[in-house]
């Protein structure tokens, strides 16, 4: 089953642990050399953080991808190809998972609920964000079930909008659920230093 694959390759990986302000953080290194950094809240165990590396085709590390997150910023991130900065009033899109369900958050997106069309597109195992004014358009993947091969449900989807903010929820299968409460328990055996340093102890 693709579950069990994705929590058994998860386990294997090498893993380094870091207490630090409240936060866990855990670093993966896979045998394929991809690497994946994950920060969790030590009191509520929520997921805060994950993002991915991967070494280029001649072995230079790649720059890290934000799957769950605030996006990454740093020198030159807001400039586009043109070197023209980047209007901050563009809508945002990030992901900010809850214990049972994955959320993403578009801000700046300043029209009322009713103008939005929020839906799955089993086809593509994606979902597709319209707006009727065709002002906004956005089709992004949940990779957490491309990686388990978990079908899409339409009826875990939903939708709101407030504060100029367009937010969507779909709520996890219990595959997914009983795979973070069977890593939690893996990542909390592993030993981290709470001043900052990296443990010696990987697993």
Same mark, same amino acid.
């Given at each position: 089953m693709a579950v069990q694959c994705w929590i058994d390759t998860l386990k294997?990986?090498? @893993? &380094?642990?870091?207490i630090h302000g409240g936060i866990r953080k855990v670093h993966y290194l896979f045998p394929d050399g991809k690497e994946m950094a994950e920060e969790y809240d030590l009191n509520t165990d929520e997921l805060i953080v994950r993002k991915w590396r991967c070494k280029h085709t001649f072995g230079a590390q790649g720059t890290w991808q934000v799957e769950v997150g605030e996006p990454l910023s740093g020198p030159g991130s807001s400039l586009?190809?043109?070197?023209?900065k980047e209007n901050c009033s563009n809508p945002v899109f990030?992901?900010?998972?809850? @214990? &049972?369900?994955f959320q993403w958050r578009i801000r700046n997106l300043a029209y009322p609920k009713d103008v939005f069309s929020v839906s799955?597109?089993?086809s593509e195992?994606?979902?597709?964000i319209k707006t009727s004014n065709k002002k906004y358009y956005k089709k992004f993947s949940i990779p957490d079930l491309d990686r388990s091969k978990l079908p899409l449900d339409s009826s875990?989807?939903?939708?709101?909008?407030?504060?100029?903010t367009l937010i969507i929820t779909y709520k996890k299968p219990k595959e997914i659920l009983t795979l973070e409460q069977e890593l939690l328990k893996e990542l909390k055996k592993l030993k981290g230093t709470g001043d900052g340093d990296v443990d010696c102890k990987t697993q």
């Open positions: 294997s990986s090498k @893993k &380094t642990a870091l586009d190809s043109d070197g023209i990030m992901r900010k998972d809850t @214990k &049972t369900s799955v597109e089993l195992r994606c979902i597709i875990a989807l939903s939708f709101t909008h407030t504060n100029n």
